[in-house]
C-alpha cells in the first residue's frame, strides 16, 4: 500500500526535521549594596523554583543552575560576594521571575578598619615605588595616626574588660 502524497510535494525526511536547539543563559546579576548588607537580583525569567539550584561556597562563590524540562534551556551563572558578606546568614526569596538574595555584612571592628586602611596604604605605596617601597610625609602621618587609633581602641577594650 502506499501513502498518498500530493503533487509537487515530497515527504518529510528526517534531515528537514528541525531539532531543538540547547540554549545556554547566563542570568543578569544586579547589586544594591546598602549600609547593613547587600541585595542581588538574579533574573531568571521563565523558571521555576523547582528547575534551579542556588549554591554558595565557604569562600562566597555564589553558583545559580537550572534547567527547563521542555525547550532545552539551562542557566548558569557565577559571582563573588565581597569579602564583608556574611556567608552564613544570606536568605533568598523567588517571586517567579526573580532571585533576591539579601546579603548582611558582617560587623567590623574599628581595629579592622585601622588595620585594613594601613594595608591598603602600604599597598599603595608598593605599587607605586616598586621594590623600594619609599613613603612620603602624607602616608607616614596617615600611617601614624592609624596606628595612633588602633593603640586608642586596644586601650579601651583592655580597659574595659578590666573595669566591667
Request: charged share 25%; hydrophobic share 45%.
Amino acid at each position: 500500500m502506499s501513502t498518498c502524497v500530493p503533487k509537487g510535494s515530497r515527504p518529510a525526511k528526517a534531515a528537514d526535521v528541525v531539532e531543538p536547539r540547547d540554549v545556554d543563559l547566563k542570568p543578569e546579576v544586579t547589586w544594591v549594596d546598602g549600609a547593613a548588607g547587600y541585595v542581588v537580583r538574579v533574573d531568571l525569567a521563565g523558571f521555576k523554583k523547582e528547575e534551579f539550584r542556588v549554591q554558595v561556597d565557604g569562600a562566597g562563590r555564589v553558583t545559580v543552575r537550572g534547567q527547563r524540562p521542555a525547550g532545552h534551556v539551562r542557566v548558569h551563572g557565577d559571582f563573588q560576594l565581597p569579602p564583608t558578606a556574611d556567608v552564613d546568614r544570606i536568605t533568598a526569596r523567588f517571586d517567579g521571575t526573580t532571585l533576591c538574595l539579601t546579603v548582611p555584612k558582617r560587623p567590623v571592628g574599628a581595629a579592622e578598619v585601622v588595620l585594613a586602611r594601613m594595608e591598603e596604604a602600604k599597598a599603595v605605596a608598593d605599587l607605586e615605588m616598586g621594590e623600594r617601597a619609599r613613603w612620603d610625609r602624607g602616608n607616614m602621618i596617615a600611617a601614624a595616626v592609624a596606628a595612633f587609633a588602633l593603640g586608642v581602641v586596644v586601650t579601651h577594650r583592655i580597659l574595659s574588660t578590666r573595669n566591667g
